[in-house]
């Protein structure tokens, strides 16, 4: 079965600095994709980046990249230049990618991440 | 484009009774997932709805049940509420439900804040 592991239950960071926010996951599929979502205090979870397994290259958006370590089954979060609206609860997630049937999506426990001024 | 729209926002209810939640999906996605989400066991897959038939179901007692229209909006209803289900509970479409397509994406509505007296 799938899951996913986020070890930082919450995080500081200065503001303009980078962090880096882990996320290890389990699987026995050799196809899935790992999303990341930031969930501010208002509840809304809000699409980040989506890293799939064959990709080659590790996915970026902006300020966000994903580090995917697939031997290592990771895929850790990297904010660039942190800002105050950064501040929220960071999801990692997964879904297998059958090629029949579909799964849902697995979360993990999240990271709440605090930037300071 | 529109965003994922639920409603209501925040709904307060006593033990025994039933609620009907709404999502509307983004214009075109006609995959609608619902998940529950609590400080406790945090975010757990309800289930998933494509085309109006139920595609994927999360491991929740019968109480909870949903149903997906043909315009793709979809409402989950909850019967004979217990305290436990105080919850956001979040839906969230994607433009297919997987079978092998690794870009689907699931955009998140706000949520509707269910508590239960």
């Known amino acids: 079965a799938q899951k996913i592991t986020q070890t930082q239950p919450g995080m500081f960071v200065q503001e303009k600095e980078a962090v880096t926010l882990d996320c290890t996951y389990d699987?026995?599929?050799?196809?899935?994709?790992l999303f990341w979502y930031k969930q501010p205090s208002s509840g809304e979870m809000i699409f980040l980046i989506y890293?799939?397994?064959?990709?080659?290259q590790n996915a970026t958006e902006g300020r966000y990249s994903l580090n995917f370590q697939k031997a290592r089954k990771s895929a850790n979060l990297v904010i660039s230049a942190s800002q105050l609206g950064d501040s929220a609860m960071y999801f990692c997630?997964?879904?297998?990618?059958?090629?029949?049937?579909?799964?849902?999506?697995?979360f993990g426990k999240g990271t709440r991440l605090s930037v300071i001024a | 484009k529109a965003g994922v729209t639920q409603t209501p926002r925040y709904l307060i209810k006593t033990r025994g009774q039933q609620v009907t939640l709404s999502c509307s999906p983004i214009?075109?996605?006609?995959?609608v997932s619902w998940y529950q989400q609590t400080p406790g066991q945090g975010l757990q897959f309800l289930f998933e709805?494509?085309?109006?038939?139920?595609?994927n179901k999360g491991n929740f007692p019968g109480r909870f049940s949903g149903r997906q229209f043909s315009n793709s909006r979809s409402e989950m209803n909850v019967s004979t509420l217990e305290l436990g289900d105080s919850a956001l509970y979040l839906c969230?479409?994607?433009?297919?439900?997987?079978?092998?397509?690794?870009?689907?994406?699931?955009?998140f509505g706000p949520g509707t804040r269910l508590t239960v007296l």
């Open positions: 699987t026995s599929d050799p196809s899935y994709g």
């Open positions: 709805y494509f085309s109006e038939t139920q595609r």
């Open positions: 997630a997964m879904r297998e990618l059958p090629f029949s049937g579909n799964t849902p999506l697995v």
């Open positions: 969230a479409s994607s433009l297919t439900a997987s079978g092998g397509m690794s870009t689907d994406t699931q955009y």
């Open positions: 890293q799939g397994s064959y990709d080659q």
């Open positions: 214009s075109g996605h006609r995959s």
